[in-house]
């Protein structure tokens, strides 16, 4: 009844308005609009038909439904209006998503959406209990004062992890910086953070997830293997991977996943979906039922926008997180030399494995391209590896508007609701703004593109004494 009364909700939805900055950010725009595939995902699914309307206005061609979403992607590769990859990519993807489907319509015959429900009702009665306390960590000077793990920023910190200590930083940028996001950005303002943190030095690969979530590998880039990122998975999917992740360790699980339906997590699309005029209906929850972020929690979570944003800077203030901190070359070619030591973005992320997606601007001269292995190019100054490029990263927070420059804010979690979730960092695709480490896009949360991903945090204290 619920799925009825939502869907009525939808239909009635206003028509969609063009954004009005598409034509500025041709390459954002065109990840936006994946979120736009959730206008036929709402036809599956009742709660996507509330993110709808936002969506909607991010980009008029989210009508067109999933397969299409694949096709959003070269856009961003070039932030150039001129992608005339699109037409060639649409047939590939298209192609390339129904085999995908294909795939995963085996698997969910044996894994069943029941499995799902289950899943996401045990993580509700954990999340309800409430009680768990912030996790204390041993301090410690060097590694060898672990007895696992090593020594990050004087705290004992899983392999793979670092430690972020409690800090204040300037979030945001000048609004003279090149490329800055009128609509999106809003300057400077003050983040306070008051919670340590441990976070995974990877965004989670497709190996990882499958170690947790079983299945088959939701991953668009399977071909690029178990050590690339996972992709093709939606925001819910990655709390629903946080919360399974924490539960494999006997930790709080940090969401309370409600009215989770859908098909079984990570599945993707049926090619019969096409047929029938939808899209790919994946598992998704109800939002109205969703807790608000709980930073005590002491499980795994994605990290809010402020956590994302002062982990990727890694002590810097510039426009980018390269050596310099700038970027000379913000196009696909030449490759930036220097941005092309720390991240795979447009102009160099040309790949040999089957599936990439044509990254070039020359349909006679066409560029496979796609994600690769995770920690191939070298760390920020916190120790991380591909917060810029490679896939956006999702975080916790509602898509709005930034504080007012000047302001201070302390432990900000985001809006109260919104349409869509932010997500950071650039991708394989981007060049130029994209690749600014204050950039800022949004998706939504049922959306399921190839360049998404994610990596997760864990709020601790350090030991006293
Ligand atoms: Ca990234």
Not at 298 to 321: K, M, V
Not at 404 to 420: C, H, N, Q, R
Not at 421 to 438: D, E, H, K
Request: proline content about 8%.
């Amino acid at each position: 009844m619920l799925v009825i009364s939502l869907a009525a909700g939808c239909s009635s939805e206003p028509a969609p308005t063009p954004e009005p900055d598409s034509s500025f950010d041709a390459a954002e725009d065109a990840q936006p609009e994946d979120a736009d595939a959730q206008p036929e995902d709402a036809d599956a699914q009742p709660e996507d038909a509330d993110a709808q309307p936002e969506d909607a206005d991010a980009q008029p061609g989210d009508a067109d439904a999933q397969p299409e979403d694949a096709d959003a992607q070269p856009e961003d590769a070039d932030a150039q209006p001129e992608d005339a990859d699109a037409d060639a990519t649409d047939a590939t993807d298209a192609d390339a998503s129904d085999s995908d489907a294909g795939a995963t319509d085996a698997d969910l015959d044996a894994t069943d959406a029941d499995g799902d429900t289950d899943s996401a009702d045990a993580s509700d009665s954990d999340a309800d209990t409430d009680a768990d306390p912030i996790l204390t960590v041993p301090t410690c000077t060097a590694d060898v004062d672990c007895t696992e793990g090593h020594c990050s920023n004087g705290v004992c910190t899983p392999e793979g992890h670092v430690y972020l200590p409690p800090a204040t930083y300037t979030r945001g940028a000048p609004t003279t910086e090149r490329g800055f996001h009128e609509d999106r950005e809003n300057g400077e303002h003050t983040a306070v953070l008051t919670r340590g943190f441990y976070m995974k030095t990877t965004t989670v690969t497709q190996g990882e997830w499958l170690d947790v979530m079983g299945g088959s590998n939701p991953a668009y880039f399977a071909a690029c293997g178990g050590d690339c990122p996972i992709e093709h998975i939606t925001w819910w999917e990655a709390l629903a991977y946080a919360n399974a992740l924490s539960a494999s360790e006997g930790l709080e699980a940090c969401y309370n996943l409600q009215g989770c339906v859908g098909r079984a997590i990570g599945t993707g699309c049926y090619p019969t979906d096409r047929d029938e005029g939808q899209i790919c209906s994946g598992y998704y929850c109800d939002k109205d039922l969703l807790a608000p972020l709980d930073l005590d929690c002491n499980g795994y979570r994605l990290p809010t926008e402020a956590e994302w944003e002062y982990a990727a800077r890694g002590g810097t203030t510039t426009a980018f997180i390269t050596p310099s901190g700038d970027l000379t070359e913000w196009g696909p070619s030449p490759v930036d030399p220097e941005m092309d030591q720390i991240a795979w973005y447009i102009g160099n992320s040309a790949v040999t494995y089957p599936t990439g997606y044509d990254c070039s601007t020359d349909p006679d001269n066409p560029i496979p391209c796609g994600t690769h292995p995770v920690a191939q190019k070298a760390p920020n100054g916190f120790g991380l590896y591909d917060m810029t490029g490679n896939v956006w990263e999702l975080v916790w927070d509602w898509a709005g508007d930034y504080p007012e420059p000047g302001t201070t804010v302390t432990d900000p979690t985001g809006p109260a609701t919104g349409i869509g979730r932010r997500m950071r960092g650039g991708t394989y695709v981007s060049g130029g703004q994209y690749l600014r480490v204050a950039y800022r896009t949004k998706i939504g949360e049922a959306s399921r593109l190839p360049f998404i991903g994610f990596r997760l945090v864990r709020t601790v204290t350090p030991a006293q004494d």
